[in-house]
């Protein structure tokens, strides 16, 4: 079993920054793959971002490419969303995920074994 919890949601104005954690325990976090995904309400749980076991390859949604940067430390077992550039769209529940993979990092949640209990993303206009 592994548990996240995640971290850093609130209200932002337009243009702001925030920055989400995601904290693990329980089996080696290394060996996860880690992603974020958001779910706005009345709408279907979408995928942000993503990254592999060791940090090397990061994968993200067109909608916040070049805004929002995934990152990990292995040796903290954590892993974070820094959100730059931030628009009213953004405004969602975010959730941390978890998938036992080396080979691949997946993008559709079905294959997250994992997940956090989110956090809420305000952003105003």
């Known amino acids: 079993q592994v548990q996240l919890v995640e971290s850093g949601g609130g209200l932002v104005q337009a243009g702001g920054s925030l920055r989400l954690s995601c904290a693990a325990s329980?089996?080696?976090?290394?060996?996860?793959?880690m992603a974020w995904f958001r779910q706005a309400p009345g709408k279907e749980r979408e995928f942000v971002a993503a990254?592999?076991?060791?940090?090397?390859?990061?994968y993200y949604a067109d909608s916040v490419k070049g805004r929002f940067t995934i990152s990990r430390d292995n040796a903290k077992d954590t892993v974070h969303l820094q959100m730059n550039t931030l628009k009213p769209e953004d405004t969602a529940v975010y959730y941390c995920?978890?998938?036992?993979?080396?080979?691949?990092?997946?993008?559709?949640?079905?294959?997250?074994?994992?997940w956090g209990q989110g956090t809420q993303v305000t952003v105003s206009s």
């Open positions: 329980g089996r080696t976090f290394s060996h996860y793959a």
């Open positions: 995920a978890g998938a036992l993979s080396f080979a691949r990092v997946p993008s559709r949640a079905s294959e997250y074994d994992y």
């Open positions: 990254i592999n076991w060791s940090g090397a390859s990061t």
